[in-house]
């Protein structure tokens, strides 16, 4: 089975509101194994309308409208469908009596514009509303062309998400599973950080290819490079298999690269590693200005490895707080590996924590220079025994800059504790 969603309203083609609408409905439709063709948008202008519903009716199997069916004169979903279907708009006596009771009930007379929403097309069935006054419509819409679908069923919603989904639930996800979506799809998403897409794509090779099931797509955010991977097959049981068989496969192929599932982030995993091994991380910080403390931090719980930190952003602050000698910082500059080892090394020292890690760098966008450019970024980490020093470019702006810092720091921990050589 497949869906078509479209959205209408001004604001979401004026981009004042996100359509948050779509996002909820493809997900609740991949979980009953129906497939989103499109997501369309358009203003509130009945010709849009008519033509999003008239171009969509042959193309899926069902069609989902969310918002246009307010009172108002801008909400004109309702007249699009009854132009589409070439009928009129008939008044539904049961709708406006309950319309009439939703009003008396807050003490108001009904508005006459309200009149409009007890209006559906002739032949389309009305669904109920038990959250507004927007009653939803459910029309069989038979617009063949060639190559095409011989009929599409319409539901029209409220565009109120939590209206919308109100309804959805009870009235149209149940045609939906009935009418065979049929399929089970259940996913994993599989984080990795240091390589890039192309990089993470080069090893996952055939394992991309499209025209495998379960599927596997990448996406990038905040540096992050994600594996998604889609299973679906008619069996529950054949699903999970196969989805397992393919993430396994995954991990064969990029092993450590890969530091987390679904929505785990490298400082969970950070957390738990230290918390496993009851032991603690301190950070001295310039660039990051306390972002990588944040990270650690945003993990509940984090107290147990996590008690102190420095945010040394000036050089008088790096002296005076972690004793990183003016000397040094003159001699080899704030960005320097001589000056982070210093900063990890006396932070561990000072918070007598297990690990400490160390990041300055120039963010950006001033203050760069030829043999120290925005981007570049100097972390250490320290440890009882020792230290390790990089020096890493990072692209973009100050806040990718900052933020890629704080993410390498991480992964440099991570890697140390799996004993294993960073491999980027
Ligand atoms: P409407 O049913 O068109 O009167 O929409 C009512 C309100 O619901 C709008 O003012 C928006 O704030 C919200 N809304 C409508 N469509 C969407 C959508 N696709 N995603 C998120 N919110 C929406
Ligand atoms: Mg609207």
Redesign the pocket.
Known sequence: MHAIIL???D??VLGQ??????AWLSQQLAAVGCDTFAHITVGDDQQMIQRAIARSAWRCDVLLV?????PTED?LTRQALAAVMGVELELNQQWLAELDQFFKNRGRVMPERNRIQAMIPRGAKLIFNTAGT?AGIEALLSLPQEGGRESCRVFIM????KEMKIMFERDVLPFIKQSGGGACILSKTLHTFGLGESAVAEKLGDLMKRDRNPLVGTTVAGGIVSLRVNSRFSSREQTQSELDRAVKSCYDVLGDLIYGENDRSLAEVINEWLKLKNETVTIAESCTGGLLAKMLTDVPGSSDIFQTGFVTYSNDAKYNRLGVSTEMINIYGAVSEPVVEAMSKNALRLAKADYALAVSGVAGPGGGSATKPVGMACIALAWKDGVTLRTFNFPGDREMVRDRAAKMALSMLRYHLLKKPMPF
């Open positions: 959205s209408v309203g604001e979401l509101t996100v359509d948050t609408n779509s969310t918002g246009g069916i307010g909400d927007a409220p565009g109120v998400p």
